[in-house]
């Protein structure tokens, strides 16, 4: 690891306050939509983000090394993973016959 | 099992993309787990989970399910067997049970990496057998 300087660490800085922003919405999104099908969107895209920026933001601040080849390919797997299983989630919900909230309709 | 599965694009191309990579890292992780983060139980977890990934997006029929769950339960004997036979080996060259460094080996140190990466996979395969038994037990269709 190179040691990094003022400006990649206010780079690194900055995209891991820029993941936590993501993460911690989208938790409070799982917190408050109204139902299954809204509560898995920030929990599929929101943490996604989150993570691509943290792991962007580790990668920054490690350098031009193997750890952050490694940091790339869990990104990689990740964006590739975390969507395709909400997908699943949603599809299964879907197929089993859960049906989207509407406003005033039954149920909070 | 069968009947349930919906044919679904997205799920099987990426777990087709993803599950010969999970299966690497598996091996992986078992073969580095004496020098880093990893060790057998954690890759024959992951093993397992990429057999049961499998069985779920694109199904198993009769057949493959009756062989999955044989050759489920000989992985774990397998894996049982392994660990237990290194380590009363060492007990039959005079050492305790698990001192590597009886193992018929010239080097000592050489004793003691090999014997440590035996009990490794060991215990990689019968985590990886137990896991996928269970899901067979739990999740499959035959029911003797």
Known sequence: M?????????AAALLLALGCLAMISASVGILRFPDFYSRIHPAGKSDTLGIAFVLAGLMVWEGFTLVSLKLLIILVFMLIASPTATHALAKAA?????????RGGDGA | MKA???DNPVTETVSALLIPFMQIYALYLIAH???GPGGGFQGGAVFAASLVLRAIVFGLDADEER????????????GVLLYGGIGLLCM????????????PFADPKTAYHLGVYGIELGVGLAVAGALLLLFMKTAGSRDD
């Open chain 1, 94 to 102: 879907f197929l089993d016959g859960l049906k989207p909230w509407k």
């Open chain 1, 2 to 10: 190179t040691e990094p300087g003022l400006l990649r660490t206010a």
């Open chain 2, 4 to 6: 349930r599965r919906a």
């Open chain 2, 33 to 35: 787990g004496d020098l």
């Open chain 2, 67 to 78: 062989r999955y769950e044989r050759l489920a339960g000989a992985c774990a004997s397998a």
């Open chain 2, 92 to 103: 039959l060259r005079g050492g305790a049970f698990l001192d590597y460094k009886a193992l």
